[in-house]
């Protein structure tokens, strides 16, 4: 399959202006043809005096060479240069790690095995790095594009991008992609507040590829504190944060109530027994989403922290009463983030709430807990207890960058489609609510799922 990078764009039918009160704010298409120059604000203007720089004809971008492989045959040399990135990457992905894909790829079911895409500098130094799945033409997706490679358990998407060469990176990225032919990159899980998705969103400018995004929903984080600013606002609410000193009172009549950090590596494995114990004590043991629900996500479970343990990038934050451990969560470590993957309690001490309790003592104690991180992705869905805790939030959602122009006019025209059959309806309503029209998009109550057709269908 090929795709001719010089296709061009040569009509444009500006819905947005022609189709009063019809609002599409999730799709954005600015191929070069799309726009005329008269029409190009300062920033579009900039952004094609990039592109003439570090588009995909630069010529340091040309010195990138990129590669693809399956995942079990990159050879020894090219893991230990992905070891060394994912640590020092402009934007930290503990789901990129080798020690979470290998794991993954060995235990858990995935449809289509990953593929790994690379590109290296002349001098071998590698400088980005990527984890995809080959989706082959459908009927309701003509096109083979390429999606980020994910499964149950990856709350995070993207690409591992040496700092200081992000931009020229992706602009020999977008070439290799379309050269390869695919027609789209797909980003299910694409969190908007970071500098990874500010460096593909200038890339997407500068290159003229265009974004289409998907529904957008809120997921808690925490950063850590900076002491020359004004403090930050609390998540708990006044009656919250007078439950938990309740709750904690009543625990202290068992026993000393205290916090601790397991990170010692020969502990892990006993700590990661305790987390799944209390897991499957809850109601996800209920529903069948516990970790020992399978033995087969349990065995990844104790793989994963074994792995990570041996590079440092695995810790266990412990409630205890006495010397019993009633809540349990694990933070995986890359770089200077944080992810909270998985958190467990025991129910009968439930009075006590022993898992807000140990988020918020997280929250208040990060810079002492973990002088090392400078955020912790909660990793949670949006209607998480977290939330109520921990006083961020970052938005995530499906993002996809059209690269030939069939894709762009596929698009396009469903975009169009879409916005008659809103306008027709319109009509036979009645006249629309102007206040609804503005309003933000409604967070979800669960992620949307990653298949690109599922998300166009949303727009």
């Not at 503990?94 to 858990?108: D, E, G, H, K």
């Not at 040496?162 to 977008?174: D, K, N, R, S, V």
């Not at 955020?375 to 939030?393: L, M, R, T, Y």
Request: a neutral charge; proline letters at 7%; one cysteine or more.
């Amino acid at each position: 399959m090929s795709v001719d990078v010089n296709d061009r764009v040569v009509t444009q039918f500006d819905l947005n202006e022609r189709l009063q009160g019809v609002s599409m704010p999730m799709v954005q298409l600015f191929p070069d043809d799309l726009i005329s120059a008269e029409r190009f604000t300062p920033t579009e203007k900039a952004a094609k005096e990039r592109a003439s720089t570090l588009g995909s004809e630069s010529p340091v971008a040309e010195s990138i060479q990129f590669y693809s492989a399956s995942l079990r045959d990159l050879p020894a040399v090219t893991r230990d240069q992905w070891r060394a990135l994912e640590q020092c990457a402009s934007t930290p992905n503990v789901f990129l790690s080798p020690s979470f894909a290998s794991t993954a790829a060995t235990w858990l079911s995935i449809e289509r095995p990953p593929l790994a895409v690379w590109g290296e500098m002349p001098d071998g130094r590698l400088v980005a790095w990527g984890l995809f799945e080959e989706v082959p033409p459908s009927a309701m997706n003509p096109f083979a594009i390429l999606r980020c490679w994910q499964n149950t358990y990856t709350f995070r998407n993207g690409l591992l991008l040496a700092p200081g060469t992000e931009q020229i990176a992706l602009a020999a990225f977008w070439k290799f992609v379309r050269t390869e032919g695919w027609h789209a990159v797909e980003f299910p899980r694409l969190v908007l507040d970071s500098t990874e998705a500010e460096h593909l969103q200038r890339s997407s400018a500068d290159n003229q590829l265009g974004e289409v995004a998907g529904r957008i929903w809120n997921r808690a984080r925490l950063l850590r504190a900076n002491p020359n600013e004004v403090p930050r606002r609390e998540a708990c609410s006044s009656k919250r944060a007078k439950s938990l000193r309740r709750g904690r009172r009543w625990l202290e009549r068992f026993g000393l109530v205290s916090v601790t950090v397991q990170r010692e590596t020969d502990k892990i494995p006993a700590s990661a027994e305790t987390l799944l114990t209390l897991e499957s004590m809850g109601w996800k043991a209920t529903v069948g989403t516990a970790l020992l629900s399978t033995a087969e996500h349990a065995a990844f479970f104790r793989e994963l922290c074994r792995k990570l343990a041996a590079q440092q990038q695995i810790a266990f934050v412990e409630l205890r009463v006495g010397n019993d451990v009633i809540a349990s969560l694990s933070v995986l470590i890359s770089g200077n983030k944080g992810f909270a993957f998985k958190i467990g309690w025991n129910p009968q001490w439930e009075r006590g709430c022993p898992g807000f309790l140990l988020m918020d003592h997280l929250a208040q104690h990060l810079t002492e807990l973990f002088p090392e991180l400078t955020e912790v992705d909660s990793c949670s869905s949006p209607s998480s207890f977290i939330g109520h805790v921990w006083p961020e939030s970052v938005r995530v959602t499906c993002c996809l960058f059209p690269l030939s122009r069939r894709m762009r006019m596929f698009l396009q025209a469903k975009s169009g489609l879409r916005a008659v059959r809103d306008l027709m309806s319109s009509f036979l309503s009645g006249p629309a609510d102007v206040s609804s029209q503005t309003k933000p998009p409604t967070p979800i109550d669960a992620p949307p799922q990653s298949d690109v057709t599922a998300e166009l269908e949303e727009i």
